[in-house]
């Protein structure tokens, strides 16, 4: 008897297991890749990517049931009536000058969050900074800093490709933020299979932070359902890219290969996922890689090698490059190069000095956007763009579009986006000043000498996939061979960060005068409190 | 009021009773206080402490180095390969930065060359310089934050720095296989000295300059300068803080340096100068102490005369110059020094440093640099006022300031008493039925001196304010050196002239004192101890100066009134000791190794340079204080 009730319990948790699987094929899809890419300097890009589709919940209900697709993010989602989200973390810098285009936006050191929430910009303020403390309890990060003294409502620079007039899109930035290992923890849960299995196996945090640039990001939006049924689903990228050296491992530049750089190993496929491959974007000549790739063609001028690890298991992958061939490698400088400096000394002044190169033979329209915070009160009047290309005098540009927001003290930051076409071939230098304000004593943060961290401008621009063969960043190219993706791309350039050196109070002055009075009251206290407990009595022989 | 009038014997306040009691035996003895105060502080028991460290973060000489393998050394040979095909090229100046910038490249640094124009005074004297750069950017930062190593080609004695662009160019190999840096590095090297280094910090910091600058990096938090004249080995090091207007680095980064190059075996000494043995008596340890606090005040007061770092303290940039000491026999050393006083100029390529040597610097630059690297905050813990009389010691601002106070407040008092003491002395009786006609008296007598002797001191500083801008209005005042000191001596007619014309014009109805000469060095008095007080805050060393070669004169200059011809001509002899052009005249000469009388250069033209390229306060101070000053004690001298 007893045990004709366990089998039918077996047999019913069977069933159960046996439905959720079935349902797992059509209701949810997860493709990991890897893209490798061997830099000119000898440094190795890595960039992670993994995809979930998931048919959203539904907004009146309260049960959420998701099969791949993280239940926090999708809650998240739920609750703030998300159209979309991105959230990147960021260490080190892009070089594009030795590197080429970033295979992501080239997100600056910091993080940055950036949200479309459903209702107008009034309404969903508070739903904002919830965002941001969920988000913050999701990646360990300090993300609850945000706040609206540091968020900003950019119109121009991020154009969804799904925009709908309903939604506001918010965006802030916290440039002290650093990224650890605290936050690739919880990102890595996400994964299905975690660092199990696939792709994912890869991820050793060891070598991770052991970089020379680290990206790790998130996204959330809605796209059509990959699997071909037309309904929009939720997509949810986990996007992690980064630059080693090999020669930090104790490598030769020469020969590597992919497991001596991770320090793991790739085991099999993750089971759920219904794509998982490693691609290797090679240069023409003189790399050899061992295995064969299971197949190679030219992507737009490059050569893009591709290992399924669903069709066998790929335990590891050898680099070697031939001697001397390094050197001959050509790298197509982005078509854009943007930085920013602060220019001025001292403690009451200074200015912004931001240089947008364009190399191309063709004129460029940008979308510039640099919000500052309030204390640096700037002056819109003193802003000059002049563009000087070679062999020609330098002219005044004018932005064919432009936006200022003025700062609100405590309030909100100040920010200016403007549209520049920039001129073929060209130099252009955006110049304008600023003063640097008082702040009150608690605001400075806890090392005010240091300055504060002045989040980056972003240079954004669109790139079609038709029009040039090789002039793309990596990212756009791959994703050029699949259908269902978008053929064009706008490529968002951070520029550098600056450190703006405030009038700083002398901190320790007060910290003495509490430390010398705390030591004064000690002492006295001690001597006069032992003196009126003390019971003095005089001893008899 | 009170103030004005406790002279004439009106009831007052009993501070100022007491002042007026003591004022006038009290300013000689609060000026030879002052003085002693000065003379004592090389003195190492009373005001000298030892250096510490305040900044925690800075963890200096924790890390071991590894500066030194043979990548490193091979990147000196791959610079001096470049710079010799450079140099066989041709020309120099850009094709020399040109290699450096190639080789920057070759170990993944960013870098650009920039062409400067300058002149070396206000519209005379065109120079070209470039100046190369490269940025090793910072693997996990953002270009925030930077340091600089800076040289120029050439040492402050004119002799090649070849070795020390060699050593950047190990250094920069060496920095760029590491991954902890959080902050940017930046090797510059200009063929300006610190005028190409002004230029490269201006452009730096976006100052409208004809040559902008495009590779940049955030804010400067440091920067080291190397000065590596040929030899083989070095003996010691030379170290030299001073800045451009008196600022100094840190107190914490002059430890550093110090403490990482004790560490290296190659000590780095202040102003190259060994402390004394331990061993030593009192007064030769005294001696040692008083020539280096000497050497420092010149430096502070004139801007630094060694190494390019000096620029940089007014970008509020910590910085410093190391400079190599050969020993005194050492082949290549000699041989340069041969070479030099044969052709004039020495090749460019000299023999290699040992590479023991090589390493010693190399890792104390590491080290440094590790040291700057981990600072989270801007320097700012310890002291940026201090005076340093022997490695390792130094006097706080609260040690030395007392000096500076007793020499000023010796002027103000014996302003007050002078101003007390003008007039006939029937306006000081204490008689209280003449109250009423004293004031009065008092009161005719200020309106009718006081318009004369503003008149004399506004024409006297016309006078100054004429030598300071004459060089800036006429840019093109042909200011070669036999000029400018004919350009000086005619100035100095022209003061002369105005010293008899004034004493001619006020003096001769001798019954009827149209000027008071006490209430005139009063005046005058009250301006330079304010000038000196807020210069000591600032520049301690230049107000020391300032009250030796200004101040003092006119502490001790007064009237003669019932005094000869003789005594007469003695007091202008002196004045015209203390003018100027015989103090700044001698003191270049001697300073520099000429002969005491050489007349050929002219001092003004260097402060004119370092005014016009710095804002050096020198210049200024000369033309409105110094000698407007003297020229009035001469008048006050020459009043009967």
Not at chain 1, 124 to 135: D, E, K, R, Y
Not at chain 2, 27 to 42: D, E, M, Q, R
Not at chain 2, 262 to 270: D, G, K, V
Request: glycine share 6%.
């Amino acid at each position: 008897m007893r045990l004709l009730r366990i089998a039918a319990l077996v047999a019913a948790c069977s069933a159960i297991v046996n439905a959720t699987v079935t349902s797992l094929d059509t209701k949810g899809s997860f493709v990991e890749e890897l893209i490798i890419k061997p830099l000119n300097d000898g440094k190795v890009l890595l960039h992670f990517e993994f995809t979930m589709h998931e048919a959203a919940a539904a907004r009146n209900g309260s049960l959420h049931s998701y099969n791949l697709l993280p239940r926090q993010i999708g809650e998240i989602a739920w609750r703030y009536d998300l159209n979309e989200l991105r959230l990147a973390f960021t260490q080190g810098s892009w070089r594009e000058s030795w590197w080429g285009y970033a295979p992501t936006a080239s997100h600056g050191v910091g993080a940055e969050i950036l949200a479309r929430i459903e209702g107008s910009a009034g309404a969903s303020s508070h739903q904002w900074t919830g965002l941001a403390n969920a988000l913050s309890g999701v990646f360990c990060a300090s993300l609850n800093f945000v706040g609206d003294e540091n968020t900003d409502v950019p119109l121009m620079s991020f154009v969804s490709e799904s925009g709908s007039n309903s939604s506001t899109l918010r965006r802030s930035y916290l440039p002290r933020e650093n990224v650890c290992t605290e936050n690739l923890t919880p990102w890595i849960k996400q994964l299905p299979c975690q660092s199990k299995s696939g792709i994912g196996m890869l991820l050793n945090p060891h070598r991770l932070y052991n970089m020379h640039f680290h990206s790790m990001a998130v996204s959330l939006d809605s796209a059509t359902d990959p699997s071909g049924s037309g309904s929009r689903v939720l997509r949810y990228k986990q996007l992690l890219s980064v630059v080693l050296d090999p020669l930090a491992f104790g490598l030769r530049n020469s020969s590597w290969s992919l497991s001596e750089l991770m320090d793991r190993r790739v085991g099999a496929a993750c089971p759920v996922a219904s794509r998982s491959v490693i691609q290797v974007a090679a240069p023409d000549v003189g790399l050899h890689i061992a295995p064969q790739p299971d197949s190679s063609n030219k992507v737009a001028g490059r050569l893009v090698h591709t290992f399924d690890m669903q069709k066998r298991n790929i335990d590891d992958i050898a680099f070697s490059f031939e001697p001397g061939t390094r050197s001959t490698y050509e790298i197509t400088l982005p078509a854009i190069a943007a930085h920013r400096y602060v220019t001025g000394q001292g403690g009451s002044s200074g200015g912004v000095e931001s240089i947008i190169v364009n190399r191309r033979a063709v004129p460029i329209t940008v979308t510039y956007l640099d919000t500052l915070p309030w204390y640096l009160r700037v002056y819109s009047h003193t802003l000059v763009v002049n563009s000087e290309s070679e062999g020609a005098p330098a002219l005044v540009l004018r932005p064919s579009k432009s936006i200022f927001t003025p700062a609100i003290d405590r309030g909100r930051p100040s920010s200016m986006e403007l549209e520049l076409k920039l001129p073929p071939n060209s130099r252009t230098i955006l110049r304008y000043d600023f003063d640097k304000g008082f702040l009150r004593y608690t605001e400075h943060p806890p090392d005010a000498n240091r300055g504060f961290s002045i989040a980056p401008a972003v240079v954004s621009y669109r790139l079609t996939t038709t029009n040039s063969t090789d002039d793309q960043p990596l990212l756009c190219t791959i994703n050029a061979t699949q259908p269902q993706k978008s053929k064009e791309c706008t490529v968002h350039l951070y520029t550098e960060q600056f450190l703006a050196s405030l009038p700083t109070p002398d901190f320790s002055m007060p910290y003495n005068v509490v430390s010398i009075s705390c030591t004064i009251l000690a002492l006295f206290f001690g001597r006069v409190f032992n003196l009126l407990t003390r019971d003095f009595v005089v001893l008899e022989k | 009021m009170s103030l004005v009038l406790s002279g004439q014997g009106e009831k007052t306040s009993p501070a100022l009773r007491v002042a007026r009691k003591y004022s006038a035996y009290l300013s000689y003895p609060l000026a030879v206080a002052g003085i002693a105060w000065l003379l004592l502080l090389p003195y190492s028991e009373l005001f000298w402490r030892r250096t510490y460290f305040s900044e925690n973060a800075m963890l200096p000489g924790q890390a071991d180095p590894c500066f030194g393998n043979e990548h490193h050394l091979a990147a000196m040979d791959r610079m001096d390969a470049a710079l010799s095909t450079s140099l066989r090229e041709g020309s120099v100046g850009q094709q020399r930065a040109a290699a450096v910038a190639e080789v920057f490249s070759e170990f993944g640094l960013d870098t650009e060359v920039q062409t400067i124009v300058y002149d070396e005074v206000p519209g005379v004297g065109q120079h070209q310089g470039t100046n190369v750069h490269g940025i090793l950017r910072a693997p996990r930062s953002d270009s925030v934050e930077a340091l600089v190593i800076a040289a120029a080609w050439t040492t402050a004695d004119n002799q090649t720095n070849i070795n020390a662009v060699r050593v950047m160019a190990a250094l920069a190999q060496f920095a760029s296989e590491q991954v902890y840096w959080a902050k940017d590095i930046i090797f510059v090297v200009t063929d300006a000295g610190e005028i190409g280094m002004e230029q490269w910090l201006r452009a730096y910091h976006g100052h409208h300059t004809q040559s902008p600058l495009y590779v940049r990096s955030g804010i400067i938090q440091a920067a080291l300068s190397l000065e590596l004249p040929p030899a083989k080995t070095y003996q010691s090091m030379g170290l030299y803080v001073e800045g451009k207007v008196g600022q100094l680095p840190n107190l914490d980064m002059v430890n550093m340096v110090q403490h990482v190059s004790r560490i290296e075996q190659l000590p780095a000494n202040l102003h190259g100068m060994v402390d004394e043995s331990r061993r030593a008596s009192v007064w030769r340890k005294y001696l040692h102490s008083a020539q280096l606090l000497l050497r420092h005040v010149r430096s502070q007061a004139f801007g630094s005369l060694v190494g390019v770092h000096a620029p940089f303290l007014r970008y509020r940039i910590d910085a410093l110059t190391l400079s190599g000491i050969a020993k005194i026999n050492d082949p290549v050393a000699q041989l340069a020094q041969q070479q030099r006083e044969l052709f004039l100029t020495e090749p460019v390529i000299t023999p290699m440093l040992t590479q023991r040597t090589v390493n010693s610097i190399g890792r104390s630059c590491e080290r440094a640099l590790r040291s700057l690297n981990n600072l989270l905050e801007h320097f700012h813990q310890s002291f940026f006022f201090y005076i340093l009389p022997a490695n390792r010691k130094y006097i706080s601002i609260g040690g030395y300031i007392p000096a500076a106070g007793l020499m000023v407040g010796s002027l103000l008092l014996q302003a007050m008493h002078l101003w007390w003491m003008q007039g006939p002395p029937e306006l000081r009786s204490s008689d209280p039925r003449t109250r009423i006609e004293r004031i009065n008296k008092y009161y005719l007598l200020l309106r009718r001196t006081i318009p004369n002797s503003m008149g004399i001191i506004l024409r006297v500083h016309l006078l100054g304010l004429v030598l300071l801008a004459l060089p800036m209005i006429l840019p093109h005042a042909v200011l070669t050196n036999t000029t400018s000191t004919a350009y000086l001596f005619t100035v100095a007619l022209a003061s002369i002239s105005m010293v008899l014309h004034i004493t001619d014009t006020y003096w001769t109805e001798a019954a009827r004192p149209m000027v008071e000469w006490r209430q005139l060095k009063a005046l005058i008095e009250l301006y330079v101890a304010a000038t000196i007080a807020c210069l000591s805050v600032m520049n301690f060393s230049l107000a020391a100066v300032l009250f030796a070669v200004a101040g003092l004169p006119l502490v001790l200059t007064r009237a003669c009134e019932a005094g000869s011809r003789a005594q007469k001509a003695a007091g202008i002899i002196l004045l015209l000791l203390a003018s100027p052009v015989c103090t700044m005249t001698l003191g270049r000469n001697v300073a520099l190794g000429l002969h005491p009388l050489d007349f050929t250069s002219s001092p003004f033209r260097m402060f004119l340079a370092d005014f016009h390229h710095f804002s050096s306060l020198v210049y200024p101070l000369v033309c409105l204080i110094y000698w407007p000053v003297n020229i009035l004690c001469m008048i006050i001298v020459l009043m009967p």
